[in-house]
């Protein structure tokens, strides 16, 4: 119950794509969710968040979409750049402490 | 502003000696957390604090790991004897107030173990 199921474990898009990863969590008392973004070497930034009570974020290029009764959220990046190429990571609260789903890595070819 | 400070960036053991990761979480922050990433398992939280204090270590694979934080500003954890299987990359995080509520999460550059 204290999962986080996240999915594509590594994706490919060109530039300019829509590359969209997945996460299912199955704990009801989860209350926030926030997208990691991490480059090697680096350790994870938060880069977009979302509550249950809404149902999409989005935050320039980036967009949470959110859907309460099946447990699902999920990031889809606009646009993709080469930049943009990093691993993700889904979250969940509860507790007062983040569960992390086991990350996507991406890569943007030009 | 400085971020949150992990000591050492890389250690390389070898199986059986003692490990001590050290952290120094964002001044103010009275939240701080160690994770654990390995490409299987991905991002693991081993244990967090709150005020000092440990509040959860259900995490913590097993007796050979410790944690500690004397002071606001510092915490160990320590692994002895230290395994192969501990080769991972650890992460410090810190927070004011619980991350998602009026904190976000910020995290270390990590110190990679390597076990051998």
């Known amino acids: 119950q204290q999962q986080v199921k996240q999915s594509p474990q590594s994706l490919i898009v060109q530039k300019g794509g829509i590359p969209i990863i997945n996460c299912a969590y199955e704990n009801t008392a989860f209350d926030y969710f926030p997208w990691y973004q991490q480059f090697p070497g680096k350790g994870p930034a938060l880069l977009i968040a979302i509550r249950p009570d809404v149902s999409e974020k989005k935050e320039g290029r980036f967009t949470i979409s959110f859907n309460k009764s099946a447990k699902q959220f999920s990031l889809h990046i606009m646009d993709s750049q080469p930049g943009d190429s990093a691993t993700y990571f889904c979250?969940?609260?509860?507790?007062?402490?983040?569960?992390f789903g086991s990350g996507t890595r991406l890569l943007v070819r030009p | 502003d400085a971020g949150v400070i992990q000591s050492p960036r890389h250690e390389v053991t070898e199986m059986g000696q003692e490990v001590t990761l050290r952290c120094k979480p964002i001044?103010?922050?009275?939240?701080l957390f160690w994770y654990r990433q390995t490409m299987m398992r991905g991002l693991e939280l081993l244990i967090y604090f709150n005020n000092n204090v440990p509040i959860d270590d259900s995490g913590m694979p097993e007796d050979r790991f410790s944690a500690k934080m004397p002071n606001a500003s510092f915490s160990t954890l320590k692994i002895q004897p230290s395994e192969p299987r501990d080769s991972a990359v650890y992460f410090c995080?810190?927070?004011?107030?619980?991350?998602?509520?009026?904190?976000?999460?910020?995290f270390g550059e990590g110190s990679r173990l390597t076990v051998l």
């Open positions: 995080a810190s927070s004011l107030g619980p991350p998602g509520g009026t904190g976000e999460l910020f």
């Open positions: 979250a969940a609260r509860g507790s007062y402490k983040l569960i």
């Open positions: 001044s103010g922050h009275d939240y």
